[in-house]
Each structure stands twice: as structure tokens, then as C-alpha cells.
């Protein structure tokens, strides 16, 4: 097999994701950082063509987006990242797809910090993202949203930890969930790696 090479940004919350999918999956791939506060974007355009991070490359394959890269390393690990079941696996692709193409109030209310907390107001818009959020974490089979650690797993442990930076940590078993996703070692291990990203 070619060997996997993942090129990740510094505090890119996509790169996050895509290199815990990895860490899921037990494939092997090494990490190129780029340093996306840097004004010059050569470096970047070499890589990614979208000029967006994370791209996941193998030979002459590149993958671009972070969806797009879970689903190839799921194919490339005999399904790691995605239940047994196809009712589950689709429901699984849903929550990830929602996350990916959802929760605008967020995405621009709540910058991700890796290293500083904060503190936001409520509104109304972003109390409807915030419930629905719950209401997924609610569904959660357990520690993890199936089974077996997955993709929604990945995707969702950054709003987790995003959602706690801002002093927002849920009670019940969403908040069972959101605690579950913080103190889960793998991804405690990329949060390690994604701070180290910023003095690469
Ligand atoms: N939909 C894309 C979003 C990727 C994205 O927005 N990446 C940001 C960092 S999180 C980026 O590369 N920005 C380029 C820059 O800041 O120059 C994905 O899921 O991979």
C-alpha cells in the first residue's frame, strides 16, 4: 500500500477530525503541518488545490475535505469507521453530514480556541443549534455515539471540546456523551499533536 500522508493545518478543526479518524482506523500516515496564519500560501497551494486543509494524499491521489477523507479511510480499513449495521451506518453518515454542512450560528458565533477559553450569549438561533446538538448527544449508545468509536465519534468530539471552551457542558446523557468525547485518550492524543502543530 501506498503510505498515507495527511496534510493538516494549525487549528484547523477539519484537520482535527480527519487525523483522529486515522487514529481510529490504525492505518499508518504521516502528517505534513501547514501553518495557516502564514500570509504567503505557496506552501499550501502545493498541496491543496481547493486551498483548504485537511487533503489526504496516497501516491498520486489527493483527497481533499474532511468527509470525503473519512469515507476513504473506512474503505481503506475494512469499514473502521462506520457501524455494522446499514440502518446505523446510515444514520452515522448523517449525523457526520449534518455537522459538516450545518450549525452556521456556531461555526460563526464560537471560534474554535485550542488553548483559551471564552465566554458567548445565547441567542435564540444559537439555543435551536445547541438543542438539536443535545438531542444527538442524547442518542448515544453509550461512550461512544455507536458501539464502536467512528466517524461521528471524530466529528463531534471537536464541538465538544469547542462547546466546553465556551463553558457550555451539557447535563444528562448529553452531557454524559460530551464528557465521554473529552476524556476519550485518542482524542485527547490528537488534541496533544494539533497544539504541537503550532510550533511546527
Ligand atoms: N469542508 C472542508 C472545510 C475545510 C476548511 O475550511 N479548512 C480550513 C481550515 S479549518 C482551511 O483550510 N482554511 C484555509 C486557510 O485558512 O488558509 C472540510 O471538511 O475539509
Redesign the pocket.
Known amino acids: 500500500m501506498n503510505e498515507l500522508q495527511l496534510v493538516v493545518?494549525t487549528?484547523?478543526?477539519?484537520?482535527i477530525r480527519?487525523s483522529l479518524c486515522l487514529q481510529i482506523s490504525g492505518l499508518h500516515c504521516h502528517e505534513t503541518v501547514i501553518n495557516?496564519s502564514d500570509n504567503n500560501?505557496t506552501r499550501?497551494k502545493r498541496y491543496?488545490a481547493s486551498?483548504?486543509?485537511?487533503v489526504l494524499i496516497r501516491g498520486e491521489l489527493k483527497i481533499?475535505?474532511?468527509?470525503a477523507?473519512a469515507e476513504y479511510i473506512n474503505e481503506l480499513s475494512s469499514g473502521s469507521l462506520y457501524p455494522e449495521s446499514s440502518n446505523e451506518r446510515a444514520i452515522a453518515r448523517s449525523l457526520c453530514a449534518e455537522l459538516?454542512s450545518g450549525f452556521n450560528q456556531l461555526r460563526s458565533t464560537c471560534p474554535f480556541y485550542i488553548d483559551q477559553t471564552s465566554t458567548i450569549i445565547i441567542t435564540p438561533e444559537l439555543d435551536t443549534e445547541l438543542t438539536r446538538i443535545k438531542n444527538i448527544w442524547s442518542s448515544a449508545q453509550g461512550e461512544f455515539m455507536f458501539k464502536n468509536a467512528g466517524a461521528v465519534d471524530a466529528f463531534y468530539a471537536v464541538l465538544a471540546y469547542r462547546l466546553a471552551s465556551y463553558g457550555i457542558n451539557f447535563d444528562g446523557k448529553a452531557g454524559l456523551y460530551q464528557r465521554a468525547l473529552l476524556d476519550w485518550h485518542l482524542f485527547k492524543d490528537v488534541m496533544i499533536k494539533a497544539n504541537d502543530w503550532r510550533s511546527t
Open positions: 493545518g487549528d484547523s478543526t477539519w484537520s480527519a495557516l500560501k499550501l491543496s486551498m483548504l486543509v485537511p481533499h475535505d474532511s468527509l477523507i459538516h
